[in-house]
């Protein structure tokens, strides 16, 4: 499985890290997304990382202010998020799959999700 963690409430221009572990399987083969979805909205792949770590991909909202990055020793992914926006509120979950095509689309079938931590960014 995929856990999650990280998030919480945090003041816009703020940073929060979040945490993507696995267990039960290692993440070495895997490439990795991110996706959030705020309330009443659709879901959105934010980044995607491939096995390697050599190739990382982001949505343009998140551009130049998230880096995604993992350590495969600790079998977790990271999601670094500065200068957070209100509008960067939402659950973000990750999710896996040897496929880094489908991952970076954010296509159905992917081998593993996580449930999500919550983002809350508001004064």
């Known amino acids: 499985e995929l856990v999650e963690s990280g998030g919480g409430l945090v003041q816009p221009g703020g940073s929060l890290r979040l945490s993507c572990a696995a267990s039960?399987?290692?993440?070495?083969?895997?490439?990795i997304g991110w996706f959030r979805q705020a309330p009443g909205k659709e879901r959105e792949r934010v980044s995607c990382?491939?096995?390697?770590?050599?190739?990382?991909n982001y949505a343009d909202s998140v551009k130049g202010r998230f880096t995604i990055s993992r350590d495969n020793a600790k079998n977790t992914v990271y999601l670094q998020m500065n200068s957070l926006k209100p509008e960067d509120t939402a659950v973000y979950s990750c999710?896996?799959?040897?496929?880094?095509?489908?991952?970076?689309?954010?296509?159905?079938?992917?081998?593993?999700w996580g449930k999500g931590t919550l983002v809350t960014v508001s004064s």
């Open positions: 999710a896996a799959d040897p496929d880094l095509q489908l991952v970076c689309v954010g296509g159905l079938g992917m081998d593993y």
């Open positions: 039960g399987f290692t993440l070495d083969d895997y490439a």
């Open positions: 990382i491939a096995s390697s770590g050599g190739s990382t």
